[in-house]
């Protein structure tokens, strides 16, 4: 991969949304870092008296975003920057997941054309590689989606997170969703953390982990429950669906021993 930032480009008719969310937290950090470079690309900039939407051709309703500014912004970049990977935001797109995320890591250049109104006219089309979505729901416009994107690409550079074994614990990345987590006080308003969590007994705290992403995968997403499961995992899996508690699993398999 190149030694360059990757380079997000976005074009949207509200480019401080973009600019006021990168000041913040991870993509802030990655852009500190020089493993990240986003520039929010105003529309208006590139259309004749800032004019970059109109009514569709056909009696439809609605305004529709028009062709000539997105293309001026995509020769701007290509000329300057590079060719870029091109994603514009559309309700029916390719559902953005971990994996995805992974892909886009690995590109150099990445240009996001947030929609708006009705949507971009169809010939703009022409240059995009993608169509991409936050889910089956519809917004206003793209920006959201484009700051998903940057945001979950950014922490995954290399050198960016302070802690990059957390990338490792992450839900979606692990085989199984992720676990409860706790910090002082020790007890407040009389819930209390584990005392597993406490014992400073390296292997239980692993097994209490384990246990508790294989339950949680159960319970909220079972449809993500591998099919490769291990011994150990097809063990503790066939134990929460028996019904029993981690205690009592934990002191069958010392009585076991």
Same mark, same amino acid.
């Given at each position: 991969?190149?030694?360059?930032?990757?380079? *997000?480009?976005?074009? !949207?008719? *509200?480019?401080?949304?973009?600019?006021?969310?990168?000041?913040?937290?991870?993509? +802030?950090?990655?852009?500190?870092? %020089?493993?990240?470079?986003?520039?929010?690309?105003?529309?208006?900039?590139?259309?004749?008296?800032?004019?970059?939407?109109?009514?569709?051709? %056909?009696? *439809?309703?609605?305004?529709?975003?028009?062709?000539?500014?997105?293309?001026?912004?995509?020769?701007?970049?290509?000329?300057?920057?590079?060719?870029?990977?091109?994603?514009?935001?559309?309700?029916?797109?390719?559902?953005?997941?971990?994996? /995805?995320? #992974?892909?886009?890591?690995?590109?150099? +250049?990445?240009?996001?054309?947030?929609?708006? /109104?009705?949507?971009?006219?169809?010939?703009?089309?022409?240059?995009?590689?993608?169509?991409?979505?936050?889910?089956?729901?519809?917004?206003?416009?793209?920006?959201?989606?484009?700051?998903?994107?940057?945001?979950?690409?950014? +922490?995954?550079?290399?050198?960016?997170?302070?802690?990059?074994?957390?990338?490792?614990?992450?839900? *979606?990345?692990?085989?199984?969703? %992720?676990?409860?987590?706790?910090?002082?006080?020790?007890?407040?308003?009389?819930?209390?953390?584990?005392?597993?969590?406490?014992? %400073?007994?390296?292997?239980?705290?692993?097994?209490?982990?384990?246990?508790?992403?294989?339950?949680?995968?159960?319970? #909220?997403?079972?449809?993500?429950?591998?099919?490769?499961? !291990?011994?150990?995992?097809?063990?503790?899996?066939?134990?929460?669906?028996?019904?029993?508690?981690? #205690?009592?699993?934990?002191?069958?398999?010392?009585?076991?021993?």
């Amino acid at each position: 991969m190149s030694s360059e930032p990757l380079s *997000f480009f976005v074009l !949207t008719i *509200f480019p401080k949304i973009i600019e006021c969310y990168i000041e913040y937290g991870i993509v +802030r950090q990655a852009i500190k870092k %020089g493993k990240l470079s986003v520039r929010a690309i105003d529309l208006r900039s590139f259309a004749p008296k800032g004019q970059v939407d109109d009514v569709p051709y %056909g009696g *439809f309703p609605g305004m529709v975003l028009k062709p000539e500014p997105i293309f001026e912004a995509y020769d701007y970049i290509v000329e300057n920057y590079g060719k870029p990977y091109v994603l514009i935001t559309e309700p029916w797109g390719r559902v953005i997941n971990q994996e /995805y995320l #992974k892909e886009l890591s690995q590109k150099e +250049r990445i240009m996001i054309i947030c929609g708006r /109104y009705e949507g971009v006219d169809e010939r703009v089309k022409s240059i995009v590689d993608e169509e991409v979505s936050l889910g089956d729901f519809i917004l206003s416009g793209g920006e959201l989606v484009a700051l998903v994107l940057i945001d979950g690409v950014a +922490r995954l550079l290399p050198g960016v997170l302070s802690e990059p074994r957390s990338l490792e614990e992450d839900s *979606f990345s692990n085989r199984w969703l %992720g676990y409860p987590v706790y910090t002082r006080p020790r007890e407040y308003r009389g819930m209390k953390v584990p005392e597993e969590l406490l014992s %400073g007994n390296h292997k239980l705290i692993e097994l209490w982990q384990l246990w508790h992403r294989i339950e949680n995968t159960l319970k #909220k997403r079972p449809d993500k429950v591998p099919k490769d499961l !291990t011994e150990i995992e097809k063990d503790i899996l066939n134990s929460i669906l028996s019904g029993l508690s981690f #205690k009592e699993w934990v002191k069958k398999r010392l009585n076991s021993l």
